[in-house]
C-alpha cells in the first residue's frame, strides 16, 4: 500500500473515479433501473424502521424533553431518582425537546415515527456522500452495507444525529481534499452536534485525521494548512458554546469507567452482525488498495484508520465507525469495480427524495396501529404500579428505570439508563443485587426500598422471595412487583 506526496498525484486519485484502460465496462442494467436504487435503498430502511418503541433508553429521553420544556434547566440536581448523587446535564437536549413535542402533537406513534425519520436522514446522508465519487451500483450497495453495520444501533435515541452528521462532515472534509476550501459551516453544525449527542467529538476528530492526511498529501501547507486548522478548533469552541457550558467537553470521559457494566459499551465481536459487516466493508477495501495501481491518498488512509479505530472501541462506535468509512472507501470500490460514474441527475434526486418520502408516510399511516403502546417495560403491571404512594423507592432491573420515569411519575427507580448520574459504588452495588451476588441484600438497605419490579427470570427475584420473605403483589408477563415483609 503506497502513498502520494504531490497536489498532482493526489489530484489524479481524488477526482472523478478513474478505470485503467481497457477495463471500463457498461452495467447490464438500464439507467433508470440504477437511478431507482438510491431511493429503494432509503424506502427499505424506512419501512424496517417503523415499529413500536422498543429502547428502554428512548423514555427517560422523553421525559428529559418534557421536563427540559417545564424549566428550561439544563443542569442541576436529578428529579427522579433518590439514588442518583451527580449533576444531570441535559447535553441532548435538542432531540429530546423534538421527542417530546412529538409526543404532545402524536402521542407514542409520533414519537415513534421519528425513527424512520432518523433512518431517512442517515441513509441520504450516505447516499449523497457516498455518489459524489461512486456509480449508482456501487453507492447502493456500500450505502447497504453501511446501514447494515449500523443496524444494531439504529434504535429511537439522540445517537441517530451522531451516524448523519459523520457520515455529512466526512464527505465535507473529502470535499476539502478535492479543492482545498475550508468548510466554515461544520463550524455552526458541531455547535447543533454538541447539542444532539455525546459524540460530537467524533466531528473534530474527523477534522483532525483529515488535516493530518492533507498536510502529508501536500494538498495544503503553510497558511492554507493553518486556516483549515481552525474548523475544527472552532467546532471546539462552538462545542463549550452550548447551554451546558464548557462542562460539555468533559462529557464523553464521564461514562468511560460505567463502560464495564453496559451492554453497548463492551467491545463488539463476530457474533455482532454490524461488525461483522463493517469487518467485510473494510476488509474489501484494504484488499482494493492493496491491489491499486494508482496511490492511496494519506487523507483516505487517516480517515479510514480512525473509522476502523472507532469500529473496534466498542459495538455503540460501530455504527460510528461506518458512517466515517462509507465516504471514504466509495473512491476506491467505484474503480475496483470498474464502472464509470454516472452524473447525478435530477431525475436521480427525484425519484430517491420520492421514495423517502413514500417510505415516511408509509410508516406514519402505520404508526398509531403498530406502535401505540411500547415494545418496552412490563406494560402489563401499570395498574398496580400507579396504584403505588407518590414517592415510593422501587429497587428496579436497569432497563425498565427510564420506562417508570416516563410512565410512572409517582415511583423514584433506583436505577435507570442515565449511568453517569450514579456513583460507580451504586452502580457496583446494583450489579451485585442483580445477580444475587453474596452482600446483595446491603442493596435494599442503601436504597431504602420496599417494592421491587424485576424480570421474573432474574436470580434476585428468586432470592427476593426465598431469602428475605419478600411477597409478590402482581405478577405480569416478563416481571414481578415484589413487596417486603412487614
Not at 88 to 95: G, N, T, V
Not at 163 to 185: E, H, P, S
Not at 284 to 289: A, D, E, M, N, Q
Not at 411 to 432: K, Q, W
Request: charged share 15%; net charge positive; with cysteine.
Amino acid at each position: 500500500m503506497t502513498t502520494t506526496s504531490t497536489r498532482d498525484a493526489r489530484r489524479d486519485d481524488a477526482a472523478e473515479p478513474v478505470t485503467p484502460a481497457g477495463s471500463d465496462r457498461r452495467s447490464a442494467l438500464p439507467l433508470l433501473v440504477r437511478q431507482v436504487l438510491p431511493g429503494l435503498a432509503v424506502l427499505s430502511v424506512v419501512v424496517v424502521l417503523a415499529r413500536p418503541v422498543s429502547d428502554p433508553d428512548t423514555f427517560w429521553h422523553l421525559a428529559a424533553g418534557d421536563r427540559l420544556r417545564e424549566t428550561w434547566s439544563f443542569s442541576g440536581a436529578d428529579p427522579w431518582s433518590t439514588m442518583s448523587t451527580l449533576p444531570w446535564r441535559l447535553h441532548e437536549w435538542l432531540p429530546e425537546v423534538v421527542m417530546s413535542l412529538a409526543q404532545q402533537a402524536f402521542g407514542l406513534p409520533g414519537v415513534s415515527w421519528l425513527l424512520p425519520l432518523g433512518g431517512a436522514g442517515i441513509t441520504l446522508a450516505l447516499w449523497l456522500a457516498v455518489r459524489r465519487h461512486a456509480p449508482l451500483l456501487v453507492t447502493a450497495v456500500v450505502v447497504l452495507v453501511a446501514v447494515v453495520a449500523m443496524s444494531s444501533s439504529l434504535t429511537l435515541r439522540p445517537h441517530l444525529v451522531s451516524f448523519a452528521l459523520a457520515t455529512v462532515t466526512t464527505g465535507a472534509w473529502l470535499r476539502t481534499r478535492d479543492d482545498g476550501r475550508a468548510r466554515w459551516w461544520l463550524v455552526p453544525l458541531t455547535w447543533v452536534w454538541a447539542c444532539s449527542h455525546g459524540m460530537w467529538f467524533v466531528g473534530v476528530a474527523v477534522g483532525v485525521a483529515a488535516l493530518a492526511g492533507l498536510l502529508l498529501d501536500g494538498v495544503a501547507r503553510g497558511r492554507a494548512w493553518l486556516r483549515l486548522a481552525l474548523v475544527p478548533l472552532a467546532s471546539l469552541v462552538a462545542a463549550a458554546l452550548t447551554p451546558v457550558g464548557p462542562e460539555l467537553l468533559a462529557a464523553p470521559s464521564s461514562v468511560r469507567e460505567y463502560a464495564q457494566y453496559v451492554t453497548e459499551w463492551r467491545p463488539p465481536s463476530l457474533s455482532d452482525i454490524g461488525f461483522v459487516a463493517f469487518l467485510a466493508l473494510a476488509g474489501v477495501t484494504v484488499l482494493v488498495w492493496s491491489r491499486a495501481r494508482l496511490r492511496v491518498p494519506w487523507t483516505e488512509l487517516a480517515l479510514a484508520a480512525l473509522a476502523i479505530g472507532l469500529a473496534l472501541l466498542y459495538v455503540r462506535t460501530v455504527a460510528v465507525g461506518a458512517a466515517v468509512l462509507a465516504p471514504v472507501v466509495a473512491p476506491s470500490l467505484a474503480r475496483a469495480a470498474g464502472l464509470p460514474r454516472e452524473p447525478l441527475r435530477r431525475r436521480e434526486v427525484a425519484l430517491t427524495l420520492t421514495l423517502a418520502a413514500v417510505g415516511l408516510v408509509v410508516s406514519g399511516a402505520l404508526a398509531p396501529a403498530r406502535a401505540a403502546q411500547p415494545q418496552w417495560g412490563p406494560n402489563d403491571l401499570d395498574r398496580p404500579i400507579a396504584a403505588l404512594p407518590a414517592g415510593t423507592v422501587v429497587c428496579n432491573d436497569y432497563g425498565s428505570g427510564g420506562w417508570l420515569i416516563w410512565k410512572h411519575p409517582n415511583v423514584r427507580p433506583a436505577i435507570d439508563g442515565r449511568t453517569e448520574i450514579y456513583s460507580l459504588a451504586h452502580v457496583e452495588s446494583y450489579m451485585a443485587f442483580h445477580r444475587a451476588e453474596p452482600g446483595w441484600t446491603a442493596y435494599l438497605s442503601r436504597t431504602g426500598c420496599r417494592w421491587a419490579l424485576v424480570p421474573a427470570d432474574l436470580p434476585v427475584a428468586e432470592a427476593l422471595v426465598a431469602q428475605t420473605r419478600w411477597t409478590v403483589a402482581a405478577r405480569g408477563s416478563s416481571h414481578l412487583l415484589l413487596r417486603a415483609p412487614g
